[in-house]
């Protein structure tokens, strides 16, 4: 409500993304104006002048709130006089200019009037006829809203959807003639140069059709040992696998978030061997939103801004809901922490996430006795922008061996 101190009072409200403005004069209302997200509004009263800029209306039942900046000025005169008044003014500026400047300025007004000239300009300028031969070595990363007059000359036949945000630094040299029809779920990170000269302890479920003519000298140790049932999650299992064996935790870290950033940094350490698969986050926005998971082994610190240190193991477009907890999926290559060790990871989601607010790096917040998460750092760009400390808000799901002694 705003008080103008004559017969009208105004009114502010929101509603649907938009603030509504209401003039009540005499018992009678009129509307006065709409203001839609991120857009301004003046307003000519008989005392002032009202610009009104909306920065954010949020609408969601659990939060309804509205960012509204309201700026008052007097207004000023229509008519101004041909000549200086007789009298000095009782109110100087407190900060005069020396002299008045003898020549024009070269240069255009980094903050131009709203309102233009009456006459224009004697001596416009010309575009240049050709572009510049020394482009900047920064171009911006929002492209023109408009297409260039003249497509290229050969266009890629199958474009992707998006650009990739972070291209590879050493491609191939020569592509394979023909992709795999299926890739591998879960590949190897390290294979073997050469195949072992001693078999696998489990016995193969498809047993040769071809028995071997004589038998061996000894009997294999422990053909038992390592089958679905026996509690223990071994490397060559799954919950998909042996549900028995390999049991599902999320950490459930969910400290109130009070800020928002883009990426977040942290470490955590097993007490148990476990194999991370996916993450949840806390939405920032509403709508679809690209994600990425970086990894590494040890600490984040002296990685923060370079990725050749890292390992990519999710980049994909993500529905996400505002204070809402929102799944990124499961990534495409699975983290397995040994006990004991430390693993460091990096989330970063284009339309950010909140998380809560943090003073002490590397400190323990959660736990659940077989991972302890640790606060870490938030970022605005990807690998840059340290903007602080802060507590991961989300859960981080893993499974491990059923048993509790492994």
């Not at 498809?206 to 294999?220: G, I, L, M, N, V």
């Not at 696998?241 to 990426?263: E, F, H, Y």
């Not at 890292?310 to 993500?318: C, H, I, R, S, T």
Request: proline share 15%; aromatic share 6%.
């Amino acid at each position: 409500q705003i008080e103008s101190g004559g017969p009208s009072v105004w009114f502010i409200s929101f509603n649907n993304k938009r603030v509504t403005i209401t003039e009540v004069k005499n018992g009678q209302s009129s509307l006065a104006g709409k203001v839609g997200e991120g857009r301004t509004r003046t307003l000519t009263l008989p005392w002032s002048e009202l610009a009104i800029t909306v920065h954010e209306i949020n609408d969601s039942p659990s939060s309804r709130y509205a960012d509204v900046e309201i700026l008052f000025g007097p207004l000023p005169t229509q008519n101004p006089t041909p000549e200086p008044t007789s009298l000095p003014t009782s109110k100087p500026t407190p900060d005069p200019t020396p002299l008045p400047t003898p020549e024009l300025t070269t240069a255009p007004t980094p903050e131009p009037t709203p309102l233009p000239t009456p006459v224009p300009t004697r001596e416009p300028t010309v575009p240049t006829p050709l572009p510049t031969t020394a482009p900047t070595p920064n171009p911006t990363r929002e492209p023109t809203p408009e297409p260039t007059p003249f497509p290229t000359p050969t266009p890629t036949p199958d474009p992707t959807p998006e650009p990739t945000p972070r291209p590879t630094r050493s491609p191939s040299k020569e592509p394979t003639n023909e992709p795999t029809p299926i890739p591998t779920p879960r590949p190897t990170r390290s294979p073997s140069k050469e195949p072992t000269n001693e078999p696998t302890r489990i016995p193969t479920p498809r047993p040769t059709s071809s028995k071997s003519k004589e038998p061996t000298d000894s009997s294999t140790e422990s053909p038992l040992d390592d089958r679905c049932g026996d509690f223990v999650c071994d490397a060559n299992e799954n919950p998909m696998i042996c549900q028995s064996d390999c049991v599902v935790t999320s950490l459930k870290t969910m400290p109130k978030p009070n800020s928002r950033a883009r990426g977040q940094m942290f470490t955590v350490e097993a007490t148990r061997d476990l194999t991370i698969f996916s993450f949840d986050i806390v939405g920032n926005n509403d709508g679809e939103s690209q994600c990425m998971v970086y990894t590494r082994a040890g600490d984040y610190r002296g990685y923060e801004n370079d990725d050749s240190g890292w390992e990519l193991v999710l980049n994909k477009d993500v529905a996400v809901k505002r204070g809402v907890r929102s799944k990124l999926g499961v990534m495409y290559q699975e983290v397995t922490i040994p006990a004991g060790s430390t693993q460091a990871f990096y989330i970063w989601c284009k339309q950010g996430m909140l998380y809560t607010k943090a003073t002490s790096e590397g400190a323990p917040f959660g736990s659940d006795g077989s991972l302890v998460i640790n606060e870490g750092i938030v970022t605005t760009g990807l690998f840059h922008q340290v903007t602080g400390n802060g507590q991961y808000s989300g859960w981080i799901r893993y499974y491990s061996s059923a048993s509790l002694g492994n």
